[in-house]
């Protein structure tokens, strides 16, 4: 979610909307090139490893397995299983769950497996148009009725909260943050949370792991610490690499690597959580993104 993308996304006429399904997307066969969606490494998640634990989980992975389709995941099977069981574990408590930042649709099939037999709803919500759409179809191939639960939201989180979860005072939500990984952007996103901290039952947070190339201000733990202290309670998401993993190495394309000894991802109940930031005199309006005059 970069903020070129971000930029050129706000004048879309889509924009801070639900998007409509594309009925022309149905019967694509490879919908990433269809959508211009390129994949790099090729990395998937082999949840197979992680079956014979839970019987939910199991079908879900059953059913992801059983599409065939192109993409890549941005997460391990560990994070996956992770985040399914903070989702289960407190299911009750939940109405509603948000994946923010569907790339390809990784996480967003593992809640997807939740929707029915826990009765949830999901919003899925990007930046990116097509890769809303192209996670959208890979979740009806998957799980076809739960599709009237499930919604695609154009824009950021700070518009989403301003839009969608600040007219729902009966909300509560689990949020997923994988969307931007700067650390001034995760900050603007979770302050967005701030104002509607009553509806929101948790918040997990991917990429604490991430480092790279200084431009990209990868420091997405150093953001959840900066909002929620240095002792902020959380539990911990997702592999844990060792030293001498090859992905604790920069990659090929942007420079990208992970720390050796740090979670993938955090869990963050927002029932005990001490707000550093923002003031509360602040308001939401600071942290919605501001749209650029169209060129020329």
Request: hydrophobic fraction near 40%.
């Amino acid at each position: 979610m970069t903020d070129y993308v971000s930029t050129v996304a706000m004048h879309q006429a889509t924009w801070g909307t639900f998007l409509e399904p594309a009925p022309e997307l149905a019967d694509v066969a490879n919908l990433h090139e269809a959508l211009r969606m390129p994949i790099r490494g090729g990395h998937r998640a082999d949840l197979g490893k992680l079956t014979g634990r839970n019987a939910v989980f199991d079908r879900t992975a059953a059913r992801i397995g059983s599409v065939e389709l192109a993409y890549e995941d941005q997460c391990s099977a560990y994070h996956y299983y992770d985040l399914f069981s903070c989702v289960e574990r407190c299911h009750g408590e939940l109405t509603r769950l948000v994946d923010l930042g569907v790339f390809m649709g990784g996480s967003s099939a593992i809640l997807a497996g939740c929707v029915e037999p826990m009765g949830l709803e999901l919003d899925l919500v990007d930046v990116n148009d097509a890769y809303l759409r192209f996670t959208y179809e890979r979740l009806r191939r998957v799980f076809p009725r739960a599709m009237t639960r499930v919604r695609m939201f154009h824009g950021d989180l700070p518009t989403y909260v301003a839009r969608v979860l600040g007219g729902e005072p009966q909300t509560r939500a689990l949020v997923h943050h994988d969307g931007a990984h700067g650390f001034d952007q995760v900050v603007r996103d979770l302050s967005a949370l701030y104002f509607v901290r009553d509806r929101v039952h948790s918040l997990a947070i991917k990429a604490t792991h991430l480092r790279g190339d200084i431009r990209h201000l990868n420091f997405v733990d150093a953001a959840v610490h900066a909002m929620f202290g240095v002792d902020v309670k959380y539990e911990p998401l997702g592999a844990n690499f060792p030293p001498d993993a090859p992905v604790t190495v920069p990659n090929e394309w942007d420079g990208n690597y992970f720390l050796a000894g740090q979670p993938e991802g955090m869990y963050v109940p927002f029932d005990g959580v001490e707000w550093k930031y923002p003031h509360p005199t602040m308001e939401l309006e600071a942290f919605l993104p501001v749209k650029a005059p169209p060129a020329g």
